[in-house]
């Protein structure tokens, strides 16, 4: 069956850096887009990045374009998420999603 486990989050002061990762097994990696989501308190779920199978194309949520980067190794069939600049808004739980299947999500909070 599809697993997907993220890992990576914790606590981290405004201005810092954290590499998220997810590492997937039960379907064909390279053939799936990727993506990754994040949830708040009181929010609703929201798209964060995407990326295509091979990894020639990507998108991202207007509010971490330029600071957070996309990225996948279909060997290790894992997708990973590097978040520089991070600021107390950024604070969520992350969410991988591929397949009809999302991960357990990893807690990021961006706090002094």
């Known amino acids: 069956q599809v697993q997907l486990v993220e890992s990576g989050g914790g606590l981290v002061q405004p201005g810092g850096s954290l590499r998220l990762s997810c590492t997937t097994s039960g379907f064909t990696f390279r053939n799936y887009w990727m993506s990754w989501h994040r949830q708040a308190p009181g929010k609703e779920r929201e798209l964060v990045a995407t990326?295509?199978?091979?990894?020639?194309?990507?998108t991202y949520a207007e509010s971490v374009k330029g600071r957070f980067t996309i990225s996948r190794d279909n060997a290790k069939t894992s997708v990973y998420l590097q978040m520089n600049s991070l600021k107390p808004e950024d604070t969520a739980m992350y969410y991988c999603?591929?397949?009809?299947?999302w991960g357990q999500g990893t807690q990021v909070t961006v706090s002094s």
């Open positions: 990326i295509s199978g091979t990894g020639g194309s990507t």
């Open positions: 999603y591929a397949a009809l299947n």
